[in-house]
Structure formats: C-alpha cells, structure tokens
C-alpha cells in the first residue's frame, strides 16, 4: 500500500482560506473533514496507515516442478526461498550440518562384511569388545560353583550383543529367579519331611488293611532309614536335598538297611534319632556292611 503523505497531513501544506484559524477546515480528534466532503474518524485512518504483510507467493522456480509438487502443501515451506540460490545455500548449510552431526556420537550402521565397522557399531552401543566385559555381580555366589555357566551368559549376552547394563539386567533376573526356585525349593523339602509318615503309609494301601498296621509299617521303616542316613553321613545331603521325605527313598532304603542288619532306633527318643535299642540286634549283618562299618561307616 502506497501512503500518500500529503494527502493525510494535507492540513499543513493547503493555504489559509480564511485567515487565522478561522479559516482552516475543521479538524478535529475525532473527525478530519477531506476536500470531497467525506468525513473520516480517526479509527479508519489508523486501519489505513497499518501495513499488511505481503502473502507469499510460488517462486518462480516452482514453474519447473511437477504439478502436483508445485500445488502441495508440504511444498508451501518453500515459499520463503523466494529464489533458487537461497533454495541451494539452504540444502548446502543442511548438509554441512548433518555432516557435523557424524561425528564419533553419531551410529553409522556397516556395510555386510565390515567387520571392523561392526565392532566400532557395538561399541558405540555399549557392547563390551569382550564377554568378560560383563561382570555379573549379581551372579556372584553362582560363579563360585558353577563358573561355566556364568560364562556361557556372559558369551549369550555378547552374542546377542547386549549392553553392559542389558547384560547385567540379564545376571540380575537369573539371580532373581535362582532365589525363587531356591525359597520354593526349601518350602517343599520342609512339606516332604512334614509329611513323609503319612506318604510312606500310603505306600502300604495294598498290604495292611489297617491304619495301625500302616502307619507302624512306615514309622519302622523312616526309623531304619534315618539311622542309616546318620550311619553313613548322609543325613545333611539327603535332607537338603528333594530326595528328603521321598516315600520310595525311603522305603528302599529301609529294606537295604534291614536285609543287610539294620536296626529300628527307639520310639522313646523319636524316630530317627540314632539311638539304638537294648534289644539284641538283627544276626543277619553280611560281610561287606561289617566292613563298611569298621571302616567308619561314612561314604
């Protein structure tokens, strides 16, 4: 919009009409009275004097791009390239920046076969160069028995080219559920020991027909085979282990006890306390369970 300078202030460059300010036209904050008798408030000349932004137009370069390019939206952003030299200065400062942005931070994924590529790519990732690079701390107390296993995860992880963190995510959730299986593990050697009467007397459904008659059959036999536990010291392995209040263990092992002179504790100080009897023991005792004693009675 072109401002006509003296046609707004046109009161300070017309003659006196009348002299004195008698003779001026009326003019004043509200109104200002034009020579063709149209009278403006001072509202409108403000909205007159406010400049309007030019919309922008395509460029004239647009004229060489496709149709449907030259009338997309997303090609409107163009616009205030107005000329083809800002268009390519634009594309070459892009370019030099994201240049800048490949530095040593930056993850280029190698070509196949780049082996050397591949291995700066890990790092970058935080792959350790080795599988020792993953310590394991969580896995601590399983290293000290079962070292092979900590290291075929270490190799797992390495394999799969997990991070440090990731890798020792990984030692965490094994140490995790190593706990878990180790409190279930406990809770149900406790519920076979608590049980192991009732289990072995079930083994005697078909043989007794009464409850008496199975339960004695099965206290004598726990009784036999928890002195032969203390007799051959391995009353601390069985029990730890899931073989404790096993029926069938137990039963076994009884019936190897009393054919090779085995004897039944006394129900005074509770079954399976390795007390003996006064009662004169089983005569039957062969050769290799005497030897086995003499030499100490332990595996």
């Known amino acids: 919009m072109r401002f006509d300078f003296r046609r707004r202030f046109r009161i300070f460059f017309e003659e006196d009409s009348g002299g004195g300010t008698g003779g001026t036209e009326n003019i004043s904050a509200d109104n200002i009275e034009t020579k063709t008798g149209r009278t403006e408030t001072s509202a409108e000349v403000v909205d007159e004097d406010k400049s309007e932004e030019p919309e922008l137009q395509a460029p004239g370069y647009f004229s060489q791009l496709p149709g449907d390019k030259a009338k997309s939206e997303a090609y409107k952003a163009l616009y ?10 634009a594309l070459l400062a892009a370019d030099k920046r994201l240049a800048e942005l490949q530095s040593d931070r930056a993850l280029i994924v190698p070509e ?29 107390e399983v290293n000290k028995t079962q070292p092979e296993l900590v290291e075929a995860i270490r190799k797992g992880c390495r394999r799969m080219l997990l ?7 990984i030692g965490e959730m094994i140490a995790s559920v190593n706990k878990a299986n180790a409190i279930h593990r406990q809770l149900e050697i406790r519920n076979n020991l608590q049980h192991q009467s009732e289990r072995v007397a079930a083994l005697y459904k078909d043989t007794f027909s009464s409850d008496i008659d199975r339960n004695n ?23 730890s282990s899931l073989l404790a209040g096993n029926p069938k263990m137990i039963k076994a092992i009884s019936a190897y006890a009393k054919k090779h002179g085995g004897v039944v504790t006394s129900k005074g100080t509770g079954l399976g306390s390795g007390h003996k009897t006064d009662s004169k023991p089983v005569l039957n005792e062969s050769e290799d369970w005497k030897r086995f004693k003499a030499e100490g009675g332990r595996l």
């Open 112 to 140: 196949k076969g780049d082996k050397e590529g591949a291995a700066a790519f890990a790092r970058k990732l935080g792959v350790p160069d080795e599988p020792s690079g993953y310590k394991m701390d969580a896995l601590a």
């Open 80 to 89: 205030k390239y107005q000329r083809l030299d800002d268009v390519t200065d």
């Open 217 to 239: 059959a099965a206290a004598e036999d726990i009784s036999r085979y928890e002195s032969f536990l203390k007799e051959t010291g391995l009353e601390e392995l069985f029990n």
């Open 163 to 169: 991070t440090t963190r990731q890798g020792e995510a």
